[in-house]
């Protein structure tokens, strides 16, 4: 048996001979999942996480499992969560991400990091309090994870902008190492710029956020109907371990939930809609009871917000 290294930022956990999770920690930085691959004769890093700090960690680890530093660091998309930590790569390590990724937070406008710091002022305040005023587990739970959250986006500001990819691409990307084969898919759909990490052989895809496992996911940089596609794409490769963005481990079930969870939202505006109903009022509705020890629960009515004006336009 191998023995994981640890970090207070996440949890390692082996998926195969030399692959492994690195699923986010309560209370850590860290702030969503990334994943260790060996291929062999090089080690592959997908996805860097939100904190600096967690992200070297999770190169220590990769070091002490393979025994080589990575040679390079796969950023799934352009979500803070997943790339600010290219802050704590070393230099001389190469970043892929698709042209979009690379687009997109190249277009940030270095102002806009002071609007998130005030942001994240106002929200840290308002989770403290909520902290203190919570009467359930649930909301207990809720408050606790934000707090961790702006505390780290607060700590990371004075550090940015993010170091970008310096290896771009359109393409599928195949890896062959000596041991496995690893493919860089572009699939959007959570964004315009996700991209998914296949590992054949070993039944094994590194999803970022185009999965979310007990869980709400976010919708609302991308399109439902692409989301939809991209979901199918990932069930025919028929993969046995799947690794989400945020949340445990997860599998095909895992996929049907998102998908009906997607439909449902859907449904459940497009009625709104047509009885003349706000984003507001539906958001004021007590949570479907299937959902309500999800995770993330402040998504919903931003996905209902994001839906109701998405399928309100003429």
């Given at each position: 048996?191998?023995?994981?290294?640890?970090?207070?930022?996440?949890?390692?956990?082996?998926l195969s001979q030399g692959v492994y999770a690195a699923l986010h920690a309560p209370g850590g930085w860290a702030q969503?999942?990334?994943?260790?691959?060996?291929?062999?004769?090089?080690?592959?890093?997908?996805?860097?996480?939100?904190?600096?700090?967690?992200?070297?960690?999770?190169?220590?680890?990769?070091?002490?499992?393979?025994?080589?530093?990575?040679?390079?660091?796969?950023?799934?998309?352009?979500?803070?969560?997943?790339?600010?930590?290219?802050?704590?790569?070393?230099?001389?390590?190469?970043?892929?991400?698709?042209?979009?990724?690379?687009?997109?937070?190249?277009?940030?406008?270095?102002?806009?990091?002071?609007?998130?710091?005030?942001?994240?002022?106002?929200?840290?305040?308002?989770?403290?309090?909520?902290?203190?005023?919570?009467?359930?587990?649930?909301?207990?739970?809720?408050?606790?994870?934000?707090?961790?959250?702006?505390?780290?986006?607060?700590?990371?500001?004075?550090?940015?902008?993010?170091?970008?990819?310096?290896?771009?691409?359109?393409?599928?990307?195949?890896?062959?190492?000596?041991?496995?084969?690893?493919?860089?898919?572009?699939?959007?759909?959570?964004?315009?710029?996700?991209?998914?990490?296949?590992?054949?052989?070993?039944?094994?895809?590194?999803?970022?956020?185009?999965?979310?496992?007990?869980?709400?996911?976010?919708?609302?940089?991308?399109?439902?109907?692409?989301?939809?596609?991209?979901?199918?794409?990932?069930?025919?490769?028929?993969?046995?371990?799947?690794?989400?963005?945020?949340?445990?481990?997860?599998?095909?079930?895992?996929?049907?939930?998102?998908?009906?969870?997607?439909?449902?939202?859907?449904?459940?505006?497009?009625?709104?809609?047509?009885?003349?109903?706000?984003?507001?009022?539906?958001?004021?509705?007590?949570?479907?009871?299937?959902?309500?020890?999800?995770?993330?629960?402040?998504?919903?009515?931003?996905?209902?917000?994001?839906?109701?004006?998405?399928?309100?336009?003429?």
């Amino acid at each position: 048996m191998v023995q994981l290294p640890t970090s207070p930022h996440f949890s390692l956990h082996e998926l195969s001979q030399g692959v492994y999770a690195a699923l986010h920690a309560p209370g850590g930085w860290a702030q969503s999942n990334a994943g260790i691959i060996d291929l062999g004769d090089r080690t592959l890093i997908y996805d860097a996480f939100l904190s600096p700090l967690a992200n070297r960690d999770l190169l220590a680890a990769a070091h002490a499992l393979t025994g080589r530093s990575a040679c390079l660091i796969l950023n799934s998309h352009y979500h803070n969560d997943h790339t600010w930590g290219n802050l704590g790569v070393p230099a001389e390590l190469d970043i892929l991400s698709t042209f979009k990724t690379r687009a997109v937070l190249t277009a940030r406008d270095p102002a806009e990091y002071q609007q998130v710091r005030q942001e994240a002022v106002q929200s840290l305040s308002k989770m403290q309090a909520l902290l203190v005023r919570a009467s359930s587990e649930s909301e207990k739970a809720h408050a606790q994870y934000f707090i961790v959250y702006y505390q780290a986006i607060l700590d990371t500001l004075p550090l940015l902008p993010p170091r970008l990819a310096n290896i771009l691409t359109r393409d599928m990307l195949e890896f062959t190492g000596s041991k496995r084969r690893a493919r860089f898919i572009p699939l959007d759909g959570h964004t315009t710029s996700d991209a998914i990490l296949h590992l054949p052989e070993d039944n094994i895809i590194f999803l970022s956020d185009l999965l979310f496992v007990q869980a709400h996911p976010y919708l609302g940089d991308g399109h439902p109907d692409k989301l939809r596609h991209a979901i199918a794409a990932i069930q025919e490769l028929r993969a046995e371990v799947l690794v989400p963005g945020h949340g445990p481990l997860g599998s095909s079930t895992d996929l049907d939930a998102m998908l009906e969870y997607i439909n449902e939202m859907q449904e459940l505006v497009q009625q709104a809609i047509r009885a003349g109903a706000s984003w507001e009022e539906l958001a004021r509705r007590p949570l479907p009871a299937k959902y309500s020890t999800w995770i993330f629960s402040n998504f919903y009515a931003e996905n209902l917000k994001f839906l109701h004006e998405l399928y309100s336009k003429p």
